[in-house]
Nanobody, 127 residues
């Protein structure tokens, strides 16, 4: 499964973006989809995840209430709606897929569980 992200850009604080992740070469419905980000000089961190089976969603505390993850298996896509953006949200955002993986609150952000990664899309929040 190959993944390609899009939708990043430069936005002012308080603004919104919709990040998309398009899959090819496989069916995303068999994968849990995670979103990760890496800010300059920082380690990559898990942002959100949506499960394969029941669509359960998970978020890191700093984005709860501002970010919304979704998926459309018919279109082989996943999205991350990012609202009320803050300068500290500036990072490269990547989607990743974990085949036949059922995430839970303790495991969804474990990067070594994800087999397929996109190259990422840059989100910059600045006035």
């Amino acid at each position: 499964l190959q993944l390609v992200e899009s939708g990043g850009g430069l936005v002012q604080p308080g603004g919104s973006l919709r990040l998309s992740c398009v899959g090819s070469g496989g069916f995303m419905r068999f994968f849990a989809i995670g979103w990760f980000r890496q800010a300059p000089g920082k380690e990559r961190e898990g942002v959100s995840c949506i499960a394969m089976s029941d669509g359960s969603t998970y978020y890191t505390d700093s984005v709860k209430g501002r970010f919304t993850v979704s998926r459309d298996n018919a279109k082989n896509t996943a999205s991350l709606q990012v609202d009320n953006l803050k300068p500290e949200d500036t990072a490269i955002y990547s989607c990743a897929a974990a085949g036949y993986f059922e995430p839970d609150p303790n495991t969804w952000h474990a990067q070594d569980g994800y087999d397929n990664w996109g190259k990422g899309t840059q989100v910059t929040v600045s006035s």
